[in-house]
């Protein structure tokens, strides 16, 4: 009867609940979409930038992340290659040897990217094969190479031309060779796009005169989460004085800064929402009190404790709250679902203006469940919150005075 | 038989304006089991303020009132709340009713408080409902209801928790002479068939008839106590 009670009451006055009702829906509504592009667009840059490139964990000699050049390589043998398998939760090492080159190619000249790979494990960390546009995927021990579409289309060249690369090598040497132009691959990221060469490790270690020896290795793990603790468990089984091992927090801290940032902007202007349509809400509440003081005195005056008068406005406060919370995420769930498999995509010119920043050009949603409960639970909290008005009135009320209004 | 209330020396002094206002007097009452008593006197005599402070609603500035020889004078407020539920029913002057509960389901309510288990209620509620001649309108809610019917379902709620006695704030202040004369023989019913006490106020010479008790106050004093 209680309940009875508190949905009758709802009603008693429509056009107001309806009105605090649907606000509590738009602003669900407005904020999960907020959220989801923007957790979608964080998700989707550290995908872009950790899970298909970096790796979540690298292994480096001591000193090559500050100074990144081929003289700080080192050997991956056989013994830390166990070492670093027999790790729970390794998936995969990738192992690369990467550096700076001149390619030429008829009158055209521009710096590029080599990376020495390792092309079957590379593939497996970071899906290369699915983005060539044009010829085949390297061999284990291929002697060609493959070339990022930007770059390819500046020096116009073409699958089947021969590019000449010209660099320094291992402690000097000189490095020079011709490399037949397998595939061609086109990145996401503009900077990759416009200047990486794959090479296969073997092809790269030759052209460097830097045998045996790598940049890096990038592992795949089971789970993000798990970053940390094998990072702990790496650093302990090997000498840190000759190698070291990053997590993907350190290899990318820029974009986490820059996200954390955008992350901060989001929850203001998602506390600003809040802020208006709690407004809103107090408003109702307060109405929904005051109009009902000698409803009220009569009801505490046949005998109902004031704690069940209390108890029967925060019901018909909840009830109106979870009419608009589960409306909200009922109207949001298709919609996000939506743009999740059907990412906005810019516009050309948009798209041109927002690559350049490195960032892909389409606005991925997420559907991470946070996005949801998180929005249910500000609104709730705001409307207990906000409910102590009215519970506070009850147990002031005076039944004389309430009565004589 | 046995005395349910004893106002004993009850004053009350509103302080709300600059000049105090003494709305009762030392006033000295006491009503019996199965009494029908009208409290009576011009307005602002004091009738609604005494009323009140009998029924626990208020508290006197000074003097104490016994119920059942319980002093409720110094009571706590939820324990108030609850001794009026067991004890003492109410029947005020309009909008008695919830206004989103039906008839039967506002007599219910009472008993809802009470915890009475829900074939006890019901049953109940609907025999009040008969008795007080509102059964065809049972499923109606208050605002469906003239005057006089509502407050025949007030009274009817007013007996569901089984008071020890009903207390009726100018019950027919306003209602016409018909609908004034019909809940007055309903009560007056009630009251000798089933001994229910009532003390109600009025300042409606007809109402003041069918008393067989009438305290007159005047300025917050008793001026006459006459039993008929
Ligand atoms: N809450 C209050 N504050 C100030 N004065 C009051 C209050 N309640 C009643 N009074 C005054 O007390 C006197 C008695 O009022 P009341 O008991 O309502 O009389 P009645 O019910 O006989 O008309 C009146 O003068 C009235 O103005
Ligand atoms: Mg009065």
Redesign the interface.
């Known amino acids: ?1 209680y309940l ?2 508190a949905w ?2 709802i009603w ?1 006055n429509k056009r107001r609940s309806l009105i605090t009702v649907f606000s509590i829906t738009f602003a669900v509504l407005l904020a999960c979409f907020m959220r989801s592009m923007q957790l979608g667009a964080y998700a989707r840059m550290i995908d872009n930038s950790v899970r298909f490139y970096t790796g979540y964990i690298q292994i480096h000699k001591s000193g090559y992340w500050t100074d990144k050049v081929i003289d700080n390589s080192f050997n991956y043998d056989l013994t830390l290659q166990n070492k670093v398998k027999a790790i729970e939760g390794v998936i995969l090492d990738v192992p690369r040897l990467e550096s700076f080159t001149l390619t030429s190619f008829r009158n055209q000249i521009k710096g590029a990217f080599v990376m020495g790979v390792d092309p079957q494990r590379e593939n497996e960390l970071t899906n290369v094969k699915d983005k060539i546009v044009e010829g085949g995927y390297l061999n284990q021990d291929d002697d060609g190479i493959a070339l990022a579409e930007g770059l390819a289309e500046y020096l116009k060249i073409k699958v089947g031309d021969t590019l000449t690369l010209l660099s320094q090598g291992y402690h000097g040497a000189n490095a020079a060779g011709l490399f037949p132009v397998r595939c061609i691959i086109k990145f996401s990221l503009p900077q990759q796009n416009n200047s990486v060469i794959y090479m296969a490790l073997p092809s790269a270690q030759w052209f460097y005169a830097a045998p045996d020896l790598i940049t890096s290795v990038s592992l795949l793990i089971d789970t993000p989460d798990n970053t940390d603790r094998i990072v702990a468990e790496l650093k302990s089984h090997v000498n840190l004085d000759e190698l070291e091992v990053m997590g993907w927090h350190d290899l990318v801290p820029d974009l986490l800064q820059s996200i954390e940032l955008d992350n901060i902007s989001g929850k203001v202007m998602l506390w600003i929402l809040y802020l208006v349509i709690g407004f809103g809400m107090f408003g109702t509440y307060l109405m929904m009190t005051a109009e009902r003081q ?2 009220f005195g ?9 704690m ?1 008068l209390q108890a029967l406005i925060v019901l018909e406060i909840s009830i109106m709250t979870i009419l608009g919370v589960a409306q909200g995420i009922a109207l949001s769930l298709p919609l996000l679902t939506y743009f999740h498999y059907h990412p906005i995509v810019y516009g050309k010119e948009a798209a041109k203006a927002i690559e350049s920043f490195g960032v892909e050009a389409i606005y991925p949603f997420s559907l991470d469940l946070v996005i949801f409960t998180n929005q249910a639970y500000a609104i709730f909290i705001m409307a207990i919150i906000l409910s102590a008005y009215p519970v506070w009135s009850i147990y002031r009320m005076k ?2 005075e309430s ?1 004589r209004a | 038989m046995a005395t349910l209330i004893k106002a004993t020396q009850v004053s009350k002094i509103y302080h709300k304006t600059v000049v105090p206002v003494h709305a009762l007097n030392k006033v000295d009452l006491s009503i019996e089991e199965g009494e029908f008593t009208a409290i009576v006197g011009p307005s602002g005599c004091g009738k609604t303020t005494l009323l ?1 402070i009998l ?1 626990g ?2 508290h006197p500035t000074s003097g104490k009132v016994e119920i059942t020889g319980i002093d409720i004078t110094n009571m706590k ?2 324990d108030l ?2 001794f ?3 004890n003492i029913g ?1 029947v ?1 002057q309009a ?2 009713l ?4 039906t008839a039967v ?1 506002n007599v ?3 008993m ?3 915890r009475k288990d829900k074939k006890e209620r019901i049953a109940r509620a609907y025999e009040l409902l008969e008795k007080m001649s509102m059964l065809d309108k049972a499923d109606n809610r208050p605002g469906e209801l003239s005057g006089g019917q509502q407050q025949r379902v007030a009274v009817a ?2 007996l569901a ?1 089984k008071p020890r006695f009903i207390l009726a704030d100018e019950p027919t202040a306003n209602l016409d002479s018909a609908s004034t004369a019909n809940l007055l023989d309903l009560m007056a019913q009630i009251n000798k068939e089933q001994k229910a006490t009532f003390v109600f106020s009025t300042h409606d010479q007809r109402v003041m008839d069918k008393a067989k008790r009438l305290v007159t106050l005047l300025d917050g004093s008793i001026v006459s106590d006459i039993t008929r």
């Open positions: 009867m009875t009670l009758r009451n008693r000698y409803e009569v009801m505490l005056a046949i005998g109902m404790r004031r069940r039944v004389v009565m | 009140n029924g609603l208020d407020d939820s709340i609850d009026r539920l067991q109410f005020f909008y008695n919830i206004p989103v509960l389901e219910e309510f009472i809802l408080l009470q709620r007013a928790s």
